[in-house]
């Protein structure tokens, strides 16, 4: 499989790339229900937090979420938390983003996913990540970090199709312990085919 990635990038509702499978873009308000869905689940929302999660609890706090992802690509168009849409299904399978790291005063930037478990094992989080990293290079940054909890096997395996340093266990950027993944600007470049 082929998975150029197409940066079509326009604007207010743009699209931000896509490939032949997927289209990462902004959240639309008319996903409130799918982000709710996502996010009031456990099995989701126990790897985006320390402690216990919170888990969403109704379509208004989901449009209200949402209106916060657009504010934040308003304020700064590099980075960003964007819907992952299936082309074939028009189905949102989940969300990537690229934001600032919490407690950085080196203005270090974190990539992450988080998908509906209806739409884990087809490598969506895989290619959506590469899409992002490939713009966040595009961009300028120097490099991106992954942070995970100690335990979420997946979205390590991810950190290391996407050809990741593992940095191992941080104390860093949020509390208790993350295992932490690295990418330079230059290793993405030599991974990437020529041609």
């Given at each position: 499989?082929?998975?150029?990635?197409?940066?079509v990038?326009?604007?207010?509702?743009?699209?931000?790339?896509?490939?032949?499978?997927?289209?990462?873009?902004?959240w639309?308000?008319?996903?409130?229900?799918?982000?709710?869905?996502i996010?009031?689940?456990?099995?989701?929302?126990k790897?985006?937090?320390?402690?216990?999660?919170?888990?969403?609890k109704?379509?208004?706090?989901?449009?209200?979420r949402i209106?916060?992802?657009?504010n934040?690509?308003?304020?700064?168009?590099?980075t960003?938390?964007?819907?992952i849409e299936v082309?074939?299904?028009?189905?949102?399978?989940?969300?990537?983003?690229?934001v600032?790291?919490?407690?950085s005063d080196?203005?270090?930037i974190?990539?992450?996913?988080?998908?509906?478990p209806?739409?884990?094992?087809?490598g969506?989080a895989?290619e959506?990540?590469?899409?992002?990293?490939a713009?966040g290079?595009?961009?300028?940054?120097?490099?991106?970090?992954?942070?995970?909890?100690?335990?979420?096997?997946p979205s390590?395996?991810?950190?290391?199709?996407?050809g990741m340093?593992?940095l191992g266990v941080?104390?860093?950027?949020?509390?208790?312990?993350s295992?932490?993944?690295?990418?330079?600007?230059?290793?993405?470049?030599?991974?990437r085919?020529v041609?």
């Open positions: 499989m082929t998975e150029s990635v197409q940066d990038a326009t604007g207010g509702g743009h699209v931000v790339f896509e490939t032949d499978r997927i289209r990462v873009r902004p639309r308000t008319d996903e409130a229900d799918r982000l709710l869905d996010l009031s689940r456990y099995d989701v929302a790897w985006l937090c320390d402690g216990e999660p919170e888990l969403m109704d379509r208004a706090e989901a449009v209200a209106e916060r992802y657009e934040r690509r308003t304020e700064d168009p590099h960003g938390i964007w819907a082309k074939q299904t028009g189905v949102t399978a989940g969300t990537v983003l690229l600032p790291l919490p407690n080196a203005g270090e974190e990539i992450g996913w988080h998908l509906h209806d739409s884990h094992g087809f969506f895989s959506a990540a590469r899409g992002v990293l713009r290079f595009a961009d300028g940054l120097a490099e991106i970090f992954a942070v995970t909890h100690t335990t979420n096997g390590q395996a991810v950190c290391r199709r996407l340093s593992d941080v104390e860093k950027w949020y509390e208790g312990e295992q932490c993944f690295r990418i330079t600007r230059g290793e993405w470049g030599a991974s085919p041609g």
